[in-house]
């Protein structure tokens, strides 16, 4: 079975700096990886994917995203945090036996403090 | 930029009774999903659907569960007896295409409340 763990409830970062949540999956063939945000009565919005190919992944708003196959990580970070990166992020993979089903895991509470 | 659509926002019901939640996707994507979230947990998939048929659906999508596109541009999910435990946030999801360049978009949420 395929899934993605986020170890942390909640990453606290002061503006300006760098801002890492993290994620690790868990799957057998080649990893289908995703992560969305979801700011406050909002749905998920889509912020970039892994699919193959290069190992950083640029997506929307500034946020990119590592890919590393030796230690089954998908890490999302960005160099310089606003308070506006405050909100929940979720790293989902998609189970590639199936019509496109995509695993969540638990979400991760970026508070991004001024 | 176009968006996945969902009505109503909110929806209290009481148990027992029928809901149906709808969703409009974007307007050139082929395959649509339903997720959840109840308060606390992981987003979980619901169903997908494609052509007119599900393609997939989890085990907590049982009798009770049903979707429909009823015309070119609503996706529905109905429940048919509410129960408690069906309180969630409800996810609509479309998507282009399948396979590897899938990228699924969501709307907003309707949150659910059965009393």
């Known amino acids: 079975a395929q899934s993605v763990a986020q170890p942390e409830d909640q990453v606290n970062v002061a503006e300006g700096n760098p801002l890492t949540v993290k994620c690790t999956y868990s799957v057998s063939g080649n990893p289908y990886l995703f992560w969305y945000v979801q700011y406050p009565n909002r749905g998920l919005q889509f912020l970039l994917k892994?699919?193959?190919?290069?190992?950083l992944v640029k997506g929307s708003y500034g946020f990119e995203a590592e890919f590393n196959k030796s230690q089954t990580s998908f890490h999302l970070k960005k160099p310089s945090a606003l308070v506006s990166d405050s909100a929940l992020y979720f790293c989902?993979?998609?189970?590639?036996?199936?019509?496109?089903?995509?695993?969540f895991g638990a979400g991760t509470q970026v508070v991004v403090t001024p | 930029e176009p968006e996945v659509t969902q009505t109503p926002s909110h929806q209290v019901t009481q148990m027992g009774q029928e809901v149906i939640l709808r969703c409009v996707p974007i307007?050139?994507?082929?395959?649509f999903y339903w997720y959840r979230q109840i308060l606390g947990q992981k987003v979980e998939f619901l169903v997908s659907f494609y052509n007119n048929e599900i393609s997939e659906k989890s085990e907590i999508f049982d009798d009770q569960f049903s979707v429909e596109r009823p015309d070119g541009s609503n996706f529905t999910l109905k429940i048919r007896s509410t129960k408690l435990e069906d309180s969630a946030m409800y996810f609509c999801?479309?998507?282009?295409?399948?396979?590897?360049?899938?990228?699924?978009?969501f709307g907003p949420g309707t949150r659910l409340l059965v009393l």
């Open positions: 307007s050139n994507h082929l395959y």
């Open positions: 999801a479309s998507s282009d295409q399948a396979g590897a360049q899938e990228t699924q978009y």
């Open positions: 892994y699919i193959t190919g290069d190992n």
């Open positions: 989902a993979v998609r189970d590639m036996g199936s019509w496109g089903k995509l695993q």
